[in-house]
């Protein structure tokens, strides 16, 4: 670690009281040491990762991180606050605070590193260490791993407890020890760089505690090293406290399974430990089908039950499932939208019949630019039904689905199933390469089995099902939305826009919001009026809940905390940029007051978006494709009334919870007390 961190990296009296104001001041440091080589585009990034989720842990540590393309070497800067900075812990502030900066490309080696460094963290005596430490030297040894020699004192101190020990072993009465409860654990986070290890961490730390052998594999950035199989299938139980797809789930199977998100293998290891025992002992063993299955993410309460027999989990699965081929559609849909909404802002519309440019191609011509753009984006666009398809599979089944689900998302274009033919591609896919992994086979096949006898079998049945079954009543299917989307007009177009509002602002990035945005982008694989409609009334609503509680907390200041002013500031970019995950820590600080409230300024926003015609072909970029939105005036008109209504509505709401002699008691002429009714 000695290239991560120095005695200039560490602040020992870090004089910030808000978490930006912590990252600056660290990321400052990172600058004078020629780091970061642009300061705000890297607090940007930082801010983006936090967006995402709290970075702060129990035990008042706070461990902002990212990867930015403003990094040049693998950093870290340590700060210690007096007085405690607010990162979402659940326990308080944090009063040790790690801001962590890797470069775009970081290396395996160095972000091992830091994965140490994290687990470091979860011993108590490191940071005990850490808190009284008074050298920024000795400071930054100790985070580096270099402990100061021993006194001579220390030294026979050691030695003689180290005899005591021998000779209190010799004096044992040699009766074999009984064999531990073992557990085996994988920690996974989206990120990958320190969450994923800290979990890790702390699942090993509460098996030591509980007498119980854990062990753990960490499918994080730094790498991805299996588990013995001698060890897995040792193990009495399994842990996947994760926030991404556990990769090759099927050597798992056969176990009992607990099944939760990476923050809950960090604040709560002993209960998931004890759960593991519990289902062990009732001998719940997990089926193929659950050792299958994804977990949500956030903190992660669900878990897998172990039997494959509660039915209330599959309308999970099944979203997580879908989730997860969306999630790799929509860089192909982001690129590919762009592109192509460029094109038409600099050829027009006509442009998509232009011959192509790998023929005609004249370097001082705009349309010949233009035609570039398009059919670059046309392109990435012919990826989106095979990727969510494919990607649909690999959710349900890993690896051996990919070839069968990518196949079946091709054969749904072919035969013009569209997204729709895509979504059941993907499922079919899936279905099918699990069929096909519960039928016993010879040892002599199974190397083979992932590799070519299950993509061949599976393709063959997909591609006949999709061909032959199911490909052309999709299709009509798919007609019939599109010509039902061209036909909206009058209240059933402000019906849609209502419904698709609320399920943009109801849950701000989550499932619903998901539903309703990929609905939105499957139009614009074959856009139409009708799809584009949904398209812009979807963005629209999507941008108000981030700019309705920036401007809330701009006209009542005295309704927010101090913490909630500083977000509602950066919720103007990331509304105009429609984010709307920006109004989560709103939303989860008051979520009775502030969801209804924005639910219904989204309400209003698709529904006028409907109502006036304003078509979108980008799939995302907020108020900077404005030059791409049909009808651009009343578009906006109808995002400020959305967002006038969100914040009128969270605030008389917020205003009705304060009593007088409250509202009496809030001093000083800055608005920094803030005290509400219980």
Not at 54 to 72: K, W, Y
Not at 317 to 330: E, F, N, P
Not at 361 to 379: K, M, T
Request: charged share 15%; hydrophobic share 50%.
């Amino acid at each position: 670690m000695s290239e991560l961190i120095t005695a200039e990296l560490v602040d020992l009296d870090l004089s910030a009281t808000t978490k930006d104001a912590a990252a600056r001041s660290l990321a400052e440091r990172m600058v004078a040491a020629h780091r970061v080589t642009d300061l705000d585009g890297f607090l940007a990034d930082v801010a983006a990762r936090e967006a995402q989720m709290p970075t702060g842990l129990d035990g008042g540590i706070g461990i902002p991180h990212c990867r930015s393309e403003h990094v040049n070497a693998p950093t870290l800067a340590f700060g210690r606050s007096g007085a405690g900075i607010d990162f979402g812990a659940a326990d308080g502030p944090a009063d040790l605070v790690f801001l962590i900066a890797a470069p775009a490309g970081a290396d395996d080696d160095h972000l091992t590193i830091l994965s140490g460094l994290a687990r470091r963290l979860m011993d108590p005596e490191f940071t005990a260490a850490l808190r009284a430490g008074t050298d920024p030297r000795a400071v930054a040894a100790l985070i580096r791993g270099e402990e100061p020699p021993e006194e001579p004192e220390q030294v026979e101190t050691g030695k003689q407890e180290q005899a005591e020990t021998a000779a209190e072993a010799a004096g044992g009465t040699g009766a074999a020890e009984s064999v531990p409860f073992r557990i085996v654990a994988v920690t996974s986070c989206p990120t990958g760089i320190a969450h994923t290890y800290m979990a890790a961490e702390s699942l090993a730390a509460a098996g030591r505690a509980e007498g119980v052998e854990v062990t753990v594999e960490t499918q994080g950035s730094a790498g991805f090293t299996k588990l013995d199989p001698a060890v897995v299938a040792a193990a009495d139980a399994v842990i996947w406290a994760h926030d991404v797809e556990v990769r090759e789930k099927a050597r798992f199977r056969g176990k009992p399974l607990v099944d939760v998100g990476v923050k809950a293998g960090i604040n709560r290891p002993a209960e998931l430990i004890a759960e593991a025992r519990r289902k062990a002992e009732r001998g719940e063993i997990a089926t193929a089908s659950d050792s299958d299955k994804a977990s949500g993410s956030g903190d992660g309460d669900g878990d897998g039950n172990g039997s494959g027999a509660d039915h209330a989990h599959f309308g999970v699965r099944l979203r997580t499932y879908l989730m997860s081929g969306v999630s790799y559609m929509v860089p192909f849909v982001a690129a590919g939208g762009l592109l192509i909404a460029l094109s038409f802002a600099i050829g027009g519309y006509e442009i998509a019949s232009a011959k192509s440019v790998a023929d005609h191609f004249v370097w001082g011509e705009a349309d010949s630019w233009a035609a570039l753009l398009n059919q670059i984006g046309s392109a990435a666009f012919g990826f989106l039904v095979p990727v969510l398809a494919g990607y649909i599979a690999y959710g349900m089944a890993d690896r051996p689905a990919l070839v069968p689900g990518f196949v079946g998302g091709a054969i749904a274009l072919t035969v013009n199933a569209g997204f729709l033919g895509g979504l059941v591609a993907g499922l079919l896919a899936g279905a099918v390469v699990m069929a096909v992994q519960r039928v016993p086979v010879h040892a002599t096949l199974r190397g083979i089995m992932p590799v070519l006898v299950i993509p061949l079998i599976a393709s063959a049945v997909v591609g006949f099902l999709m061909f032959i079954v199911v490909g052309k009543p999709i299709a009509s299917l798919q007609n019939a939305l599109t010509d039902w989307l061209n036909g909206l007009s009058g209240s059933n177009a402000v019906i849609l826009g209502v419904v698709l509002g609320l399920m943009m602002c109801f849950d701000m990035g989550g499932p619903l919001n998901k539903v309703a945005y990929a609905f939105a982008v499957g139009g614009l694989a074959d856009p139409t009026p009708g799809s584009l409609k949904v398209m812009a009334a979807v963005m629209a609503a999507g941008m108000v809940p981030p700019l309705a509680m920036a401007l809330a907390t701009t006209v009542r200041r005295r309704l927010f905390t101090k913490t909630e002013r500083e977000n509602g500031r950066a919720a103007w970019v990331l509304g105009a940029s429609f984010i709307t995950e920006g109004a989560i820590p709103f939303a989860a600080a008051d979520p009775l007051r502030v969801i209804p409230s924005v639910m219904a300024g989204g309400a209003v926003t698709g529904a006028l978006s409907m109502a006036f015609g304003a078509t979108l072909r980008a799939p995302h970029g907020g108020v900077f494709v404005v030059p791409l939105i049909g009808e651009p005036f009343l578009y906006l008109l109808a995002i400020a009334a959305g967002t006038l209504v969100a914040t009128a509505l969270v605030v008389l709401l917020k205003g009705a919870r304060r009593t007088a002699p409250e509202a009496a008691g809030d001093a000083g002429a800055d608005g920094s007390r803030v005290t509400v009714a219980a």
